[in-house]
């Protein structure tokens, strides 16, 4: 029996666990604090801080994993990369974890390879911001260069923006660098995910394609198939298998595109299973969680099926919602009166302003939208 130690213990790696334990891995799932989601299904728990190199070499040196999983961004990846040197196996391997938690280390190597990107400038303070600004062009995008689901991001339509937009960025931060990417603004027509499997031995292949929307930088619907031109297609498969050889190692890769009239334009990608790819939970023979573990373990994946096309809708409080509370979902039973709908609730103990607490997967855009006019998320 394969022991995995799960680092990040949120709604995917929960699903990551279910996929894990049923073809009979042993998981320790851990956060930063208890009672997380996937603590609610692992076999064990461990609540520390992922960002204490000490304390996460401490865990990893306690458990002995044959696996080591980081589900989130937040990690030191600085220590990852020597647990590698000592012989511990990461997914998919050290370096991508520790390039893809900073966008300009990812962005630079994405450069390097030659791959097509929006125009970008980094800033460490407001003059720089502000002279980024002005080689990016109006509008732009600032994100911090460490930060995920669009915390810190600010679309910049006018130059008097810009002290508000470095405010934002900062407090939007995470880990101990001030510093910020600033993005060319994208008119895309549509974005897309392309779930990337890197296997042992075997091809890399791909997922049909993820279509989403993003709200304020955090997704809130996707959708399976999504419609992109074959040519389109192909170029997003050339560039994902790019970068993924690059980076290296084996496991599923979320690599994010802007899709315009004739090109795609690589955005950015995750090392591990993708919020808008919860969808291939009612879609595929073989979900993304699935995937992930069947790449790293080197077992086999014959085919990548979709059953059936579907959609999904997150259930997320609004930006009103009070700090720190406790809440309840109302309306879920009403909701699943309807055909083709099923529910995740992560199981998250409280709720804030914009926490994602759940999922409606479904048929399409109608029935799920049917379904959300049930939902309502409450202060208990
Ligand atoms: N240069 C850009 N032009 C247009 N839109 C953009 C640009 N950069 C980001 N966005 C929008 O913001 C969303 C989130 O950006 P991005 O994926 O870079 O951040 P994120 O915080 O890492 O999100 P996540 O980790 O949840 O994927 C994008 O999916 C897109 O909708
Ligand atoms: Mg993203």
Redesign the pocket.
């Known amino acids: 029996m394969k022991k995995i130690l799960l680092l990040g213990s949120g709604e995917l790696g929960k699903e990551f666990v279910i996929s894990a334990q049923r073809l009979g891995c042993e998981i320790i799932a851990c956060d930063s604090y208890s009672n997380a989601p996937a603590m609610q299904v692992a076999d064990e728990s461990k609540v520390f801080d992922m960002l204490d190199a000490k304390k996460l070499r401490r865990v990893v040196e306690e458990v002995k994993p044959d696996f080591i999983v980081p589900e989130i961004e937040a990690i030191r990846t600085e220590e990852l990369l020597r647990l590698e040197e000592m012989g511990f196996n990461i997914i998919p391997c050290a370096r991508a974890v520790n390039l893809t938690m900073n966008?300009d280390e990812i962005r630079n190597r994405a450069t390097s390879l030659g791959i097509k990107t929006?125009k970008y400038k980094y800033a460490e303070d407001i003059d720089e911001l502000a002279s980024s600004v002005d080689y990016v062009g109006l509008p732009?995008?600032v994100?911090p260069v460490m930060?995920?689901?669009?915390?810190g991001?600010t679309?910049i339509f006018n130059k008097k923006d810009i002290e508000k937009s470095w405010v934002e960025a900062s407090s939007g931060m995470r880990g101990d660098r001030t510093k910020v990417i600033v993005?060319?603004?994208?008119?895309?027509k549509s974005?897309i995910t392309l779930l990337t499997v890197r296997q042992k031995n075997r091809d890399t292949i791909f997922c049909p394609p993820i279509g989403?929307k993003?709200i304020e930088?955090?997704?809130v619907e996707s959708w399976q198939p999504t419609n992109i031109h074959e040519k389109l297609l192909k170029d997003a498969k050339n560039i994902s298998k790019i970068i993924t050889d690059d980076l290296g190692g084996y496991g599923i890769y979320g690599v994010?595109f802007?899709v315009l009239e004739n090109e795609v334009i690589f955005?950015?990608l995750?090392p591990r299973p993708?919020?808008?790819g919860m969808v291939t939970m009612y879609t595929q023979n073989l979900n993304e969680f699935d995937l992930h573990l069947r790449a790293m373990l080197g077992l086999p994946i014959p085919n990548i099926l979709m059953l059936r096309k579907g959609y999904s809708i997150v259930i997320k409080t609004g930006n009103d919602f009070p700090k720190n509370s406790s809440y309840k979902i109302n309306g879920v039973n009403k909701a699943l009166e309807l055909n083709n709908i099923d529910i995740r609730i992560f199981g998250k103990e409280k709720a804030w302003p914009g926490r994602r607490l759940g999922v409606i997967l479904c048929s399409d855009k109608d029935n799920g939208e049917a379904a959300k006019r049930f939902i309502n998320v409450v202060k208990k």
Do not use: L
């Open positions: 966008r929006a732009c995008i994100k930060s995920s689901s669009g915390k991001q679309k993005e060319e603004f994208i008119n895309f974005e989403h993003q930088g955090d997704y994010e802007f955005s950015e995750s993708h919020d808008t």
